[in-house]
Structures are given as structure tokens and as C-alpha cells.
């Protein structure tokens, strides 16, 4: 249960706000999930420079990863961001996760980088230096924890494939099937949370060749429960809510960005959102906007 | 008389409906800034008149008695949710919930409202300027829901005896509505309504849709 | 007759029973009260008196205190009941209005809050009733702003211990015109509750509502969060996020005046299974006794009540054990219980609101049958001895107020209500399933 925010920009003129922009709309869901908190963002020159493997890590910490890296993978760069480390080099990213030191992997690809931990979203959102970050895409995630436990590796987003990310408001009823299923399949899992097993499925398909309007049709024929769910890849961003559709969802859309979020008041921090296209997704719709 | 300004970027929510509240409150208000602020003006108990000038948050001007509230912007979830009297107009958007469970009083959404619009509703009347969502009018039990534009999936699921009129299509009906005959009586209520929210559409141009009563006793084809 | 005949185990006579009549009227059966099959209760618990490592308290000449403050946390005029042990919410409409007004008095009496139900609050229950909780759930019938303001607390009821994730029944013998009326429903039909509330769910929307809830009565007002049995560790949690000043748990012994027989069996955990749950999450969250815990299902005697106590509860409601106290069931109406098909000690038909003993009824000549002011009388005395009962308890195990009453007071007699209540089996110091 949770609060969620996305914020995909078209106007290059607004990617150094990316950071401050997705700070300040996460920090009007607050109330919505005071447990932990995470954010992917997408295309950050000194989290994942142009052109180099990035790998987000958690239970380790910048020197520990560039120690063990050294004479290993050249010119290895890692960087702390409160609870989160990412890692980047001119390599392959299998190659450098192949030479990581003992951490847990929470993001993988070119240009995203994951950020979260447990603890009041305000303090984390200090910890990753939000407000600093740019880039031309990113989500954020409010959590309150319903029957999962409350660990950095139990927050959102979830990125469990190359540039992939998810995030989730509401509970699945069928998860633990799911799960099983895609365990026999070979898929393994990070955390015991329903939504990880959202973001399993997605990978799983997007993995075999679906797009992502597929990968999420065919979630919303999978899985049973409430959801509304902000999907990133490194070239769309897409929204999609269960048949009911209890749980809440905006998107707002001008001519230099799109936006989603539980609630209107974070939409209301972004600049020229009074003049926004303002709607709600109707049920099991996938939407997507490309890069 | 000039109206009291309340600026919501400067005062909380709580201070502005502890004034609105209080015994003896000026007659008009303005409320700016409000942001998605969740509860603006709820509760409310007296004739005033409050402009709400910017989008607001879930539950705007719940459980309304008397006071005419004016949102000139989007409302959140449960705008006007049971709501006994007065008037409530949503200038833009309203998101589900619309006047759930309301028994009285009339609530105007200029634009659309979201899903869920007009559940269980007890007595209020609800006309909606655009489009309607899915699950509308579920379990409503009396008033009357008036939509110029389209309804969406399942509309009047399991109603008692609220009447609905649609002008635009439904998507499709829930269990036990069923659409009625628009006999003359209809056409006068729809017109009053029509006027009393400020529109022009035509009565003439309406259909009217209630229980087909089926689910009033549990039998064999209806027990779950 | 049936001399040397064998019963079937499986297919004993009241499942051939219900099988017979599944196929005779093809509608599933609706009933009124709790899970009747057996399940591990208070009864396979047992206090550990004081003997000579811990003093007992006199009786009468030394204090043990009974009293409990509910809702502290956010409200301006938190709850100060006399007893722990409360009246659960049962609706007008469900209940004569009689009695709906011998519950007031009966609590009234004692110094202890009654809880309005599914259909509004009626004036003779807010006239007769000193702490009056006022609840709101997913159909909202009769709900109103005025009658909000008049409550002592609010009570936003997620789900029943009797069918957690159902909503009420109500079927159209008992919709009368005043029953209609106040729930603005067509007089007779059978009406079936929603089982979600019409404007949010889940926890991050319900910390929103509540808010609402206390602008409207400008934060003067303990708001409860009532939950059935199930997942209650996590539900409980979500509760106290959402903003809950007092959690009400309800096990699946708890009553309910109309629901499918299946969901009132073979839905939810017992009282005594939920219980520790309930009180982890709290005292995880660090605000065990700061927000309050009220547990209902199957409490009927001060033995109950004690132990609800120490397991970490700090009031307990009951619904079934009042209306027998109020005289549902009573062996002087057994000829009419028959008339029925049922017999004293038995009756379970609240739905059909033909009871003889005029409580689950809104028949006029029926409910006047039961004088209000004696019920009442009935109810206090009740009352009063499952307070005594509890504090006699208390006093052995040496506490000066009930509350002083905690799990290792207790030890259990079966190795199922040992892993459930999480004390050690008698005699042991063994607690099935505990992590070293």
C-alpha cells in the first residue's frame, strides 16, 4: 500500500530538474507509505554515465565495491547513495556483476540507476542526494508494507531485468502461485514481496521477446487483486490498473512531460501543470509513451 | 461582502475547516492554493458559500449540510461523499467516488467524473456535465444521477430505486438495471435538474435506466 | 431405535441434513450468530494463581482496578469506561429497537460503552447510552454528519470476526417501514451490504478517510478500526498506520445477525489465535496499550475476560453473551423455539426476525416482549459479574488492575491453544512454535 510518482520528460531543457522534480513529488505521499521509500532514475551522468554498464547494489558500500574491483574491472567507478551504492564501468554488465563483492543487486542496465532503503521517505530522499540527480526519466515509491517484511530489499522499485523497473500501489491475490511458477521456470526472487512477482513476470516476458504492452496485457490476464502499476523501461513509460481499479491514479500530460501519481497533489509540484492534460487510467488499459 | 481569503500554501487544512466550523463563520470564503489538499471545507453545517480557486485532494466538502462549495479545478476521491444537503460543483474533474452514499443535496461535475460515481447514493442528486466511469451508481439506493456524456462499464450494478439518465452510451449495464420507458414526469425532473445545474441539454435527448428489481429476494438465480 | 446403528463421522446427520436442504430450495444456508464448531478457546487456558513466590490480594479490601482509558492518541475526549468488557456494534434493524435500548441502559448502568451496527444510530440507543460508539461501514446506511457528531467514538468497521471480507445481510422480514426508512431502502426486500467501503481502500486510502473523519469532528473523537480475524498481524499493523486510535480485533466466534452458515464456519482464525498476533504487531510498532486493543468472539464468562486481558487485550466487546443476558434463548420460550424448528439453546434464525424472546426481531408484538428496563437490569447484572469474576482472577494472580494481567499468568492445556495464545503448555516450559 503505497504512494507512487513517475515523471517521464520530453523537454531536455527540464532534465537537470529530474531529481529535484521527482524529491518534491515524492515527498507529497509521504502519509501514503511512511515505511520505506526507493527511486529509479534514468540517465544521470555521474550515476550511470553514457555509454558504461551501471549496477545498483545494496548491503555493501562504495569502497568495499571499488577495493574489490581494483585490477579487476578497469576504471571501475562506485558512488554511494545513502543506503544504495551504484557501480559503473566500460564493461558488459554481466562482466561486472560477475567481479562484485557479496551485495544484493537491485538495478542493472546502461542508464538507470536504483535507489531505495527503509526509513521516512524525507531522510532517504536526503541520503540518495535526490534533489541533485538529473536525467530524462524516473519513479519514486511510498511504501507501506501489507504482509511483506519492511527491508531495503523488500522496497520498490523493483528493477529485476536490464533497465526495467516497477512499481506498485495496491495487493495481488495470486502471487504466491505466480511465484511458484516462475520459480519452476528458473526465475529466483530477492525479496517476499507481491509486487517483486509483478516485476518477475514483466522481465520474464519482456525477456522472451513481448513488448512491454504485452508483457503488462498479459499481467493484467495473470494476475488477480487491486494494482495500479508505473512500468520504466530504458524507452517507455507505461501505467496500468487492475478490472476494479479501486486504487488510486493520475496522469498528467503537457507538451514537455508526462506524469503519474497516486494523488493530484503531487502532480501539483511540476511546472506548467495547470495547463496539464489531467485523466485517470481506465481499468486494465495499458498506456505507454515512448521515449 | 468581500469573501475571507484562506491560502492553503500558508495555513494548514485543519485551521481552515476549524473556522468554517466555528460557531458564527462569515457567510463567504475563498480558499487558495489548495494544491491536492485531502478534506477541504468537509463537514460543513451552514449556508455559506466557499470558492475553492485550484484542484483538491480526496474528500472535498464531505458530508455537506447546507453550504453551496465550489471547486474550480479537479476533485479528488470522494468529492461530496455523503453529502445531506446544499450544493457542491466540481468545475473540472472529478475522480471516483463522486458523492458516494450522499443523501441529499446536489453535486455538479462540470467535466468527468471517474469510476464509482454515485455509489450507493441515498437521496442526492449527482448531474454530471461529461462522462461517467465504470461501477457507477453501484447499490444506489434513491436520487437521481444525471449524465450528459457517456457511462462506462456496469452502470447501476445492483441499484435499489435511484433512476438514472444517460444522454450519451453506456458501455454496459450492471446486474438488475435494466432501461425504462422516459414517461412525462421523467422529462419535468430531468429538465429541473438540467436547470438547477446550469445546462442546456435537451430532456428529450435522455434515457432513463433503474432496477429491474430481480435482486430484491435471494432465489435461486440470484443467492450470491 | 438408532440401537447398534454406527453415525457417520463425515456425513453425520446435520451435514446429511444440510445437504438435503441445499438440494430441496437450491439458495444457500443463512444463519445468525457465530462459528458453532469447536475450536481452541479460552477454556484451554488456565491462570497460574499466586501461592508462594507471588502474593494474592484480599478480596473487597484491596483495590484492583477495572477501569480503561480508550483512544488517547489523537482525541481530544478519549473514552473513560468504568470496565473493560463493552457491547459490540449490533444494529437497529438486526435488534428490536427494545433491544437496542437495554444494551444502553444494561452498559449505561455499568459505566461501559455500547456500539451502534449496519442501519444508524437510533435515539432511544443514544438517549439510554452513556459511552456511545458510533460505527461506519461499507453500506453507510443511515449514516449522518449530526449523528457522527453525537458518538462518543467512531468505530470504521473493516469486517466481522463472522465473515471477514462479507458484508451484512439483512432479509426483508426485518425491513420494515422504520427499518427502511433510516436505511433508505424499499420496505421488504432482502438486502445484502457491500463488503468494501464505497470511497477507499487499503490502508494508504483509510489514513485519508480517518483524516476526514476528524476534520468533521474537528479531532474530538476516538476513531476505532474494526477488523475480522484473519491475517491480523498485518491487518493490525495497517490499522495503527492508518491512524487508528484503538484497533478492535473479532475472532470467527463472533456473532452476526445474517450470514451464509459456510462463511460463518470456515472463514477467519479464533479469538484466541488472533489475540497474540495482534498484540506482536502492536508491540512491534511500540504502541501496545497507547492504542488500544478491544477483542470480541466467544467471550462469555470473567475467566474470558481475564484472559483476554492477559494476553495483551485491553477491553474486550461482547454481542452473543449479552443477547443471552438480555434473554435470547431462554428455556421459557422453548415451545416456541420448536414452533420454529429450533429449541431453546439453539436458535439461530436472527435473519427470519420471528425471535420469540423479541430481540432479533422488529415485529411490534414480538418486540415488546422484551421490557427494556429489565433486559437492562439483566444486561448490568451480567455485567457486573464478568467484572467481579475477572477481578477475583486478577486478585489471585496478585494484580491491582486487570490490566496488570499478562501471558505469563497463563499456561494452556492443549498443545493447539499453546501454540495459538504462545504461553507454555502446563507444566512445561514448552511453547509450540516459538522461535528460540
Redesign the interface.
Known sequence: ???IVGLHLREPELHPRLGELLAAMLG?LV?????SAGVAVYGDPRLTPPGRAAVSLLDTDAATVESALRGRIPDAVAVDAGPTTVVHAPVGVDALIEALPRATVIGTGEEVAVLKGTGHPHDLARAFGLAGVQGWQGVGHTR????SAVTPQGAHPFSVGPGQCLVH???FANHATIRRELRAEGVSFDSDNDSEVGARFVAYHLARGADLDKALRLLCERFDG?YTLLVTTADAFAVVRDA?????A?VAETPGWVAMA???????VLPGVESAR???P??EEVYVWKR | MEALTVDLAASPVRQLNQALHAPDPAPRWRVLNP???HSVACGLTRHLTVDIEG????YCAGMNQLATVTVHG?A??GVAENMMSGMVRVRG?A??SAGATAHGGLLVIEGDA??RCGISMKGADIVVGGSI???SAFMAQAGRLVVCGDA?DALGDSVYEARIYVKGTVKSLGADCVEKPVRDEHLTELAELLKLAERDEDPAAFRRYGSARRLYHFTVDNAY | MTEGLRESATFDRATIHAIQRAAATGVYDIRGGGAKRRLPHFDDLLFLGASMSRYPLEGYRERCDTDVILGARHAKYPLHLAIPVTIAGMSFGALSANAKEALGRGAGAVGTSTTTGDGGMTPEERGQSKHLVYQYLPSRYGMNPDDLRKADAIEVVLGQGAKPGGGGMLLGQKITDRVAGMRTLPVGVDQRSAC?HPDW?????L??KIGELREITDWEKPIYVKIGAT?TY?DV??AV?AGADVVVVDGMQGGTAATQDVFIEHVGIPTLAAIPQAVQALQELGVHREVQLIVSGGIRSGADVAKAIALGADAVAIGTAALIALGDNHPRHDAEYRALGSAAGFYDDYQDGRDPAGISTQDDDLAARLDPVEGGRRLANYLRVLTMEAQTIARACGKSHLHHLEPEDLVALTIESAAMARVPLAGTDWIPGARP
Open positions: 500500500m503505497c504512494g507529497q502519509e501514503r507509505g511512511p515505511d507501506m508494507a501489507t504482509e500501489n495496491g495487493s487491486f476494479i481499479a479501486c486504487k488510486p493520475l497516486s494523488e493530484y497533489r503531487a502532480l501539483a489531467i485523466f485517470e481506465e481499468p | 494544491r491536492g489538499a484542484h483538491v485532494g480526496y479537479n479528488g476521491v474533474n475522480s471516483q471517474a469510476a466511469g465504470h461501477m462506462g | 468494501r481502500t487499503g490502508p494508504d486510502d489514513a485519508i491475517r498485518y499493523k495497517l498506520h
